[in-house]
Protein backbone atom coordinates (compact mmCIF):
# COMPACT_ATOMS: atom_id res chain seq x y z
CA UNK A 1 0.00 0.00 0.00
CA UNK A 2 1.53 3.31 -1.17
CA UNK A 3 1.87 6.52 1.40
CA UNK A 4 -1.15 8.29 -0.28
CA UNK A 5 -3.32 5.53 -0.03
CA UNK A 6 -2.50 5.35 3.33
CA UNK A 7 -2.90 9.11 3.73
CA UNK A 8 -6.79 8.74 2.15
CA UNK A 9 -7.39 5.68 4.60
CA UNK A 10 -6.14 7.68 7.26
CA UNK A 11 -8.82 10.83 6.94
CA UNK A 12 -6.45 13.04 4.94
CA UNK A 13 -7.27 15.66 2.51
CA UNK A 14 -4.91 15.66 -0.83
CA UNK A 15 -5.23 18.39 -2.98
CA UNK A 16 -2.91 19.97 -5.74
CA UNK A 17 -4.47 18.68 -9.61
CA UNK A 18 -7.14 21.13 -11.23
CA UNK A 19 -9.15 18.44 -11.34
CA UNK A 20 -9.56 16.65 -8.32
CA UNK A 21 -11.37 17.78 -5.09
CA UNK A 22 -10.27 20.82 -3.17
CA UNK A 23 -8.13 22.42 -5.88
CA UNK A 24 -9.08 25.49 -4.45
CA UNK A 25 -6.93 25.36 -1.76
CA UNK A 26 -3.72 25.32 -3.64
CA UNK A 27 -2.34 29.00 -4.48
CA UNK A 28 -2.86 28.50 -8.32
CA UNK A 29 -6.62 28.37 -7.74
CA UNK A 30 -8.44 31.11 -9.98
CA UNK A 31 -9.05 33.46 -6.47
CA UNK A 32 -8.32 36.81 -6.68
CA UNK A 33 -6.73 38.20 -3.56
CA UNK A 34 -6.95 42.26 -2.61
CA UNK A 35 -3.93 43.14 -0.67
CA UNK A 36 -2.84 46.84 -0.59
CA UNK A 37 -5.25 48.13 -2.47
CA UNK A 38 -4.25 45.74 -5.52
CA UNK A 39 -5.97 42.74 -6.74
CA UNK A 40 -3.83 39.77 -7.14
CA UNK A 41 -5.14 37.05 -10.04
CA UNK A 42 -4.48 34.41 -7.68
CA UNK A 43 -2.60 33.60 -4.53
CA UNK A 44 0.48 32.57 -5.53
CA UNK A 45 0.66 36.09 -8.44
CA UNK A 46 0.98 37.66 -4.55
CA UNK A 47 3.12 35.39 -2.96
CA UNK A 48 5.57 35.56 -5.67
CA UNK A 49 5.24 39.10 -5.85
CA UNK A 50 5.97 39.49 -1.93
CA UNK A 51 9.80 38.16 -2.88
CA UNK A 52 10.17 42.06 -4.26
CA UNK A 53 7.89 44.60 -2.75
CA UNK A 54 10.66 46.11 -0.71
CA UNK A 55 13.39 45.29 -3.19
CA UNK A 56 12.32 45.41 -6.52
CA UNK A 57 8.65 47.11 -6.70
CA UNK A 58 8.72 47.11 -10.47
CA UNK A 59 9.12 43.79 -10.78
CA UNK A 60 6.57 42.84 -7.76
CA UNK A 61 4.11 45.05 -9.94
CA UNK A 62 5.01 42.76 -13.15
CA UNK A 63 4.66 40.02 -11.76
CA UNK A 64 1.10 40.88 -10.48
CA UNK A 65 0.66 41.45 -13.92
CA UNK A 66 1.04 38.32 -15.49
CA UNK A 67 -1.05 35.92 -17.07
CA UNK A 68 -0.89 32.73 -14.70
CA UNK A 69 0.02 31.65 -11.82
CA UNK A 70 3.08 29.56 -13.56
CA UNK A 71 4.16 32.26 -15.00
CA UNK A 72 4.28 34.28 -12.35
CA UNK A 73 6.44 31.08 -10.27
CA UNK A 74 8.62 31.20 -13.32
CA UNK A 75 9.32 35.20 -13.30
CA UNK A 76 10.09 35.53 -9.04
CA UNK A 77 12.73 32.00 -10.17
CA UNK A 78 14.08 34.00 -12.67
CA UNK A 79 14.82 36.93 -10.06
CA UNK A 80 15.64 35.38 -7.18
CA UNK A 81 19.06 37.78 -6.91
CA UNK A 82 16.69 40.77 -6.66
CA UNK A 83 14.42 38.83 -3.54
CA UNK A 84 14.40 40.35 0.12
CA UNK A 85 17.31 39.13 1.64
CA UNK A 86 15.30 36.70 4.49
CA UNK A 87 13.13 35.50 1.71
CA UNK A 88 14.11 32.04 3.60
CA UNK A 89 13.18 33.23 7.34
CA UNK A 90 10.00 35.09 6.35
CA UNK A 91 7.97 32.54 3.33
CA UNK A 92 6.08 30.69 5.85
CA UNK A 93 5.22 34.09 7.91
CA UNK A 94 4.02 35.36 4.20
CA UNK A 95 2.66 32.13 3.24
CA UNK A 96 0.19 32.45 6.43
CA UNK A 97 -0.72 35.91 5.50
CA UNK A 98 -1.60 35.69 2.01
CA UNK A 99 -3.75 32.42 2.85
CA UNK A 100 -5.62 34.31 5.44
CA UNK A 101 -6.44 36.79 2.90
CA UNK A 102 -7.91 34.61 0.23
CA UNK A 103 -9.83 32.74 2.61
CA UNK A 104 -11.01 35.96 4.41
CA UNK A 105 -11.87 37.30 1.34
CA UNK A 106 -13.44 34.50 -0.23
CA UNK A 107 -16.46 33.15 1.83
CA UNK A 108 -16.93 29.75 0.17
CA UNK A 109 -13.56 29.13 0.68
CA UNK A 110 -13.38 29.75 4.06
CA UNK A 111 -16.86 27.46 4.41
CA UNK A 112 -14.53 24.80 2.89
CA UNK A 113 -11.63 25.39 4.70
CA UNK A 114 -13.66 24.65 8.21
CA UNK A 115 -15.68 21.84 6.74
CA UNK A 116 -12.67 19.63 6.93
CA UNK A 117 -13.01 19.72 10.07
CA UNK A 118 -9.66 18.22 12.00
CA UNK A 119 -8.72 16.09 8.87
CA UNK A 120 -4.89 16.16 8.33
CA UNK A 121 -4.23 18.54 4.76
CA UNK A 122 -1.58 17.46 1.89
CA UNK A 123 -0.25 19.26 -0.82
CA UNK A 124 0.46 16.41 -3.23
CA UNK A 125 3.09 17.43 -5.47
CA UNK A 126 5.08 15.36 -6.72
CA UNK A 127 7.65 17.88 -7.18
CA UNK A 128 7.60 20.21 -4.09
CA UNK A 129 9.41 18.84 -0.71
CA UNK A 130 9.15 21.99 1.18
CA UNK A 131 4.97 23.20 0.54
CA UNK A 132 3.81 19.93 -0.43
CA UNK A 133 5.07 16.39 0.89
CA UNK A 134 7.16 15.81 -2.47
CA UNK A 135 7.15 12.11 -4.63
CA UNK A 136 8.28 10.03 -1.76
CA UNK A 137 5.39 11.49 0.91
CA UNK A 138 8.17 12.84 2.96
CA UNK A 139 8.07 16.37 2.20
CA UNK A 140 7.39 18.85 4.59
CA UNK A 141 3.98 20.08 3.81
CA UNK A 142 4.51 23.12 4.16
CA UNK A 143 1.32 24.82 2.30
CA UNK A 144 -0.97 21.86 4.10
CA UNK A 145 0.12 23.00 7.75
CA UNK A 146 -0.41 26.88 6.72
CA UNK A 147 -4.12 25.66 6.01
CA UNK A 148 -4.55 23.74 9.03
CA UNK A 149 -2.95 26.58 11.01
CA UNK A 150 -5.62 28.84 8.94
CA UNK A 151 -8.19 26.94 9.72
CA UNK A 152 -7.47 26.67 13.61
CA UNK A 153 -7.66 30.49 13.74
CA UNK A 154 -10.97 30.82 11.81
CA UNK A 155 -12.48 28.20 13.93
CA UNK A 156 -11.37 29.84 17.11
CA UNK A 157 -13.00 33.27 15.96
CA UNK A 158 -15.92 31.78 14.91
CA UNK A 159 -16.52 30.83 18.04
Known sequence: MGVRELAHRAGAILFYHRHEP???FTN???????WDGRSYPTA???FQAHKFFDTAPRLAEAIRRLPSPRAALAEAGRNRDHQRADWFEANILVMDAVLRAKFTQ??????LL????????????PV????????????RNELGRALMRLRDKLRAKKR
Open 106 to 111: HRALRA
Open 114 to 125: LDTGDAELIEDS
Open 44 to 46: EHL
Open 128 to 139: DAFWGWGSDGMG
Open 22 to 24: YYE
Open 28 to 34: FSPHPVL
